[in-house]
């Protein structure tokens, strides 16, 4: 299963073509997908208008989605904010710790293009879907 996050959708919804985007594009109809409640909050917020916040809010739950927190995810993504930061590294945003830490407590791979998730592949364990699978 592959978690996209809000930094591809938010891309392909702008019709900004990326690496990314064109993954996604590629798996969608073709790979398991899912969405995070964090990530559809993120996304549907930028909606203007109800014709595109409508036919967003389709296409994404449509999708699996899953609960990004919880009490032992909230409790592993503050000892994994926690080692980074020994580590040297500032996580700037509280939201990609936790989207991190589900990703890697239930072993999904993570469709991002947010540098903010790079430390959790290279510290962490976190599964990258670079490039493409397809």
């Given at each position: 299963?592959?978690?996209?996050?809000?930094?591809?959708?938010?891309?392909?919804?702008?019709?900004t073509?990326?690496?990314?985007?064109?993954?996604?594009?590629?798996?969608?109809?073709?790979?398991?997908?899912?969405?995070?409640?964090?990530?559809?909050?993120?996304?549907?917020?930028?909606?203007?208008?109800?014709?595109?916040?409508?036919?967003?809010?389709?296409?994404?739950?449509?999708?699996?989605?899953?609960?990004?927190?919880?009490?032992?995810?909230a409790?592993?993504?503050?000892?994994?904010?926690?080692?980074?930061?020994?580590?040297?590294?500032?996580?700037?945003?509280?939201?990609?710790?936790?989207?991190?830490?589900?990703?890697?407590?239930?072993?999904?791979?993570?469709?991002?293009s947010?540098?903010?998730?790079?430390?959790?592949v290279?510290?962490?364990?976190?599964?990258?879907?670079?490039?493409?699978?397809?």
């Amino acid at each position: 299963m592959i978690l996209v996050d809000s930094s591809v959708w938010i891309d392909y919804f702008r019709g900004t073509t990326t690496p990314q985007t064109d993954c996604l594009d590629a798996l969608l109809g073709t790979e398991p997908l899912a969405v995070g409640d964090l990530i559809l909050v993120e996304v549907l917020q930028g909606f203007a208008g109800n014709q595109d916040f409508n036919q967003a809010r389709k296409l994404l739950t449509s999708l699996e989605v899953i609960e990004i927190g919880g009490l032992e995810v909230a409790i592993q993504a503050a000892r994994n904010f926690r080692t980074l930061r020994t580590l040297g590294v500032t996580v700037r945003k509280t939201i990609d710790t936790l989207i991190a830490t589900r990703c890697i407590e239930s072993d999904l791979a993570l469709l991002y293009s947010d540098r903010d998730f790079d430390p959790f592949v290279k510290h962490l364990g976190l599964r990258p879907v670079h490039p493409c699978p397809l």
